[in-house]
Structure formats: structure tokens, C-alpha cells
């Protein structure tokens, strides 16, 4: 079954991720409509505009972001020791959470932000014990810069950076300013390349003061979706209780890896809250951390039917989302 091969078939594994991910894109593409203009942030526009009319090269993108987020969340798993197991199942749980949404279509922009915020949590975790860190705090910045002017939600993941350096590092005033310091460098880009176009004005009023006027906390999860976010919320709850146990997180440095996942989680429940987007969408910002948690669980569970049920009825319940869903929507 699903779980036992992605816990032994490491190699078969690297190949079964980009499957996985390329047919539920495919399969989306058939019901989801495409992402509103309202998502568009000034460096997703561009590509956005690039796509159009190219639905099956905005599948394949869709795929591929997707496939580089599972490999880049199990790199970091394997890397850091995050998991007492070497395996592709964070991968394979990513991978289910991006399929989970109905909205998720066509080349989301969520999907690029979860890519930059994997990359900025890889640099933040390579500075453990290093004796300076400058080079990864900037570019940890300038990575969640990018995020931001990608999918203005992100901008709940700013104090991560911070939060990073609390944790897993002592207290280096340039090491916190030169992270601030990257997180402006994409701002400062963008705001020249405007106002040398006489648009910086109309770009900070659409872009930025738009949607945190909308802003309202809110918890929105509409018709047959509320069914597959049951499952989801009973597998989270199921794995969350050994999430801090175990031989997974020994060490200190796994501690303080899973403690900045728990931050990770709490920030993309905020998000998820208090967004002007959907938080059906929303939510799967808290799939990064929410995947090494329910891997641990698939992985460690003794009873392996009962984690071999949840994952095929997760798939199942993708699949039979997306059906009822396109029939929700004709009412």
C-alpha cells in the first residue's frame, strides 16, 4: 500500500512524487478555474501574463513547483535529522496537502511562496552552531522578501526569520539586521522598477494597503471542502500527540527544529485567520510543517493499517472533493 512503499521504495519513491503531483494537476486543471487577478503580486504577474493561454505548460509548472517543494521539505528532513527515518514520506504528505484544495489550479502563487519559505527555513536551519551567519540570515531575508511580492499572505511568515535566530542562535544584533536588511532588497527593486514606470503609486495602493484594508478574521471552507478538511483535521490531530516524542528528536538541534515547525504552524494559523484570501487556501501554508508532523506519525506508527487507511482515504477524498465540488458549484 501507499505508506509501506514510500517507507521502504526510497528509489521508486523519488520518481513517484512528480507522478503524483503531475496527475492530481491534471486532474484539477478539468474543474478548478484559474486564479483570481486579485492574487497577482508584482513579481507573480509577470509570470502569470507569461502563462496565459498555455493551460497545459501552466500544468506542468503547477506539477513541478509542487514536486520541488515535496523534494525540498524531505531534503531538509534528511539534512537536519528532523525524522529517525530516511524516507521520501514528507514528500508524499506535501504533496497530498497541495492537492487538497479545489482553488489550487493553474500556477498558484502559493505554490512559488511555499518553494522561497521551504528555502528560507533550509538556510535557517544550516546556521546551527555556525560561528556567523551573515551570508544565510541575508539571503534567508531576501528569499522571504521574494515570498511576500509573490502572494501577499506570506507576510505572516516575517517574524520567522527572527524566530529562527531566538531559537537555534545566541543573540548577534548584525546578524538580526542584516536579515532585515535582505528582507528590503526586493522591495527596494520593485519600488524602482515602478517608479521609474510611474506606477509605484497605484502598485502600493493595489498591491499592499488593498488588501490589508480587506483584511477580517474569518474562517471560510465552502460546501463538500468541509469534508476532506474533517479528514485532514482528524489525521492532524491524530499525529500531533507524538510529534514531540520519540527518537526523532533526541538531539537538541531536532528539538529546536520541531519547535520552529510549531512556530511555522502557529504563523500559518494566523494567516489562515485573518487573510482577505480564502483560508481554504490559506491553510495549506500550514502543510510545510504539518507534513514532517503527520510523516513522523505514518512513520512511527505501530498499527501501519490504520496509517495505510488515512493516506488512501485522503487520496479518495481528494478525488471525490473536486467531483462534488464542481457539482456544489452548478447549484
Not at 31 to 52: G, I, K, N, Q
Not at 173 to 186: D, K, S, V, Y
Not at 246 to 266: D, E, Q, S, V, Y
Not at 283 to 310: D, M, Q, T
Request: contains cysteine; proline residues 5%; hydrophobic residues 55%.
Amino acid at each position: 500500500m501507499v505508506v509501506s512503499f514510500f517507507r521502504k521504495s526510497r528509489s521508486a519513491a523519488i520518481l513517484a512524487i512528480p507522478v503524483l503531483a503531475l496527475g492530481l494537476s491534471l486532474f484539477h486543471s478539468f474543474f478548478s478555474p484559474e486564479p483570481s487577478p486579485s492574487l497577482y503580486m508584482p513579481l507573480y504577474e509577470p509570470v502569470a501574463d507569461l502563462l496565459l493561454g498555455f493551460r497545459l505548460v501552466s500544468i506542468l509548472v503547477n506539477a513541478g513547483l509542487i514536486t520541488a517543494g515535496a523534494f525540498l521539505l524531505n531534503r531538509i528532513c534528511t539534512k537536519m535529522e528532523i525524522l529517525n527515518t530516511t524516507s521520501y514520506m514528507p514528500g508524499l504528505v506535501y504533496v497530498l496537502f497541495m492537492g487538497s484544495s479545489v482553488r489550487i489550479s493553474g500556477t498558484h502563487p502559493l505554490l512559488f511562496t511555499n518553494v522561497f519559505i521551504l528555502l528560507v527555513l533550509m538556510k535557517m536551519f544550516q546556521t546551527h552552531r555556525k560561528e556567523t551567519a551573515f551570508g544565510e540570515l541575508f539571503d534567508s531575508g531576501t528569499l522571504l522578501g521574494i515570498s511576500v511580492l509573490f502572494f501577499f499572505p506570506s507576510f505572516v511568515f516575517i517574524p520567522l526569520v527572527w524566530i529562527c535566530l531566538t531559537i537555534i542562535r545566541p543573540f548577534i544584533w548584525r546578524e538580526w539586521i542584516i536579515g532585515f536588511l535582505g528582507f528590503l532588497i526586493p522591495f527596494i527593486f520593485v519600488a524602482a522598477y515602478f517608479f521609474l514606470r510611474d506606477g509605484l503609486e497605484s502598485v502600493f495602493r493595489d498591491k499592499i494597503i488593498s488588501p490589508f484594508s480587506e483584511i477580517t478574521v474569518s474562517f471560510d471552507i465552502q460546501g463538500p471542502s468541509w469534508l476532506l478538511a474533517g479528514l485532514v483535521l482528524f489525521i492532524v490531530l491524530v499525529s500531533l500527540p507524538g510529534a514531540f516524542r520519540g527518537k526523532a528528536i533526541i538531539t537538541l538541534r531536532a528539538k529546536n527544529h520541531f519547535l520552529i515547525l510549531l512556530w511555522f504552524l502557529i504563523l500559518g494559523l494566523v494567516g489562515t485567520t485573518i487573510s482577505p484570501y480564502s483560508s481554504e487556501i490559506i491553510y495549506l501554508f500550514c502543510g510545510i510543517p504539518l507534513s514532517v508532523f503527520i510523516a513522523n506519525f505514518f512513520l512511527s506508527v505501530k498499527r501501519i493499517f490504520l496509517a495505510e487507511f488515512l493516506a488512501f482515504s485522503w487520496m479518495v477524498f481528494i478525488l471525490l472533493n473536486q467531483f462534488l465540488w464542481e457539482n456544489f458549484q452548478g447549484f
